[in-house]
């Protein structure tokens, strides 16, 4: 199958071959010429090794810090599990699981930011992805959750916080 890459500056015009028989993709030149290869092992492994703040950065449209809240989130069916917060954002946040969810999953999230602690946030949203085991010893199993209905007030606040705990880890 040949795939042509039509949009990305610098790589305009080149294309790409996978050969699924070798599990290898292929990159030409304009004029066709082989500029070089890849397998499919080499390169599942090199997105398995990239963290996930570099793997999901070009899904995310709000920026993210590292914060542990404690968070409540509750089913459709109603089962309701308590657990810790690895990283929040605008858009969405990350539930540490043992058992995450099925990507797709719809939820009620339920949480409050540190400088409000009895304000409960509530919001609609759903499993974006999942991690189902410990990665390289430093990121936990969870599940990134994306906002499907979170009031605009909120989502700025979010957006607030955020920007105010990465300019402190920067200045630290």
């Known amino acids: ?29 304009t004029s066709g010429q082989l500029l070089g290869n890849v397998s499919w092992g080499a390169l ?27 968070v409540r989130y509750t089913t459709p069916e109603g ?9 929040i954002g605008g858009g969405g946040l990350f539930i540490e699981s043992g058992a995450p969810l099925s990507p797709g999953t719809e939820l009620m999230v339920e949480f409050a930011l540190p ?23 430093l990121l936990f199993p969870g599940m990134g959750i994306q906002f499907v209905d979170l009031e605009e007030k909120i989502q700025e606040d979010l957006v607030r916080l955020v920007g105010a705990l990465n300019r402190s880890r920067t200045q630290s």
């Open 115 to 137: 400088d409000r602690p009895t304000d409960k946030i509530r919001a609609k949203a759903k499993v974006a992805w999942a991690r189902h085991k410990p990665e390289r010893y």
């Open 44 to 70: 599942i492994e090199r997105v398995l090794a990239t963290d996930e703040d570099a793997r999901f950065a070009h899904c995310r449209t709000q920026p993210r810090a590292p914060l542990a809240l404690k």
């Open 1 to 29: 199958m040949k795939l042509p890459v039509v949009s990305t500056a610098g790589h305009c015009g080149k294309s790409l071959i996978i050969d699924t028989r070798q599990e290898t993709i292929h990159v030409h030149d």
């Open 79 to 87: 089962k309701q599990f308590d657990s810790l917060t690895g990283g």
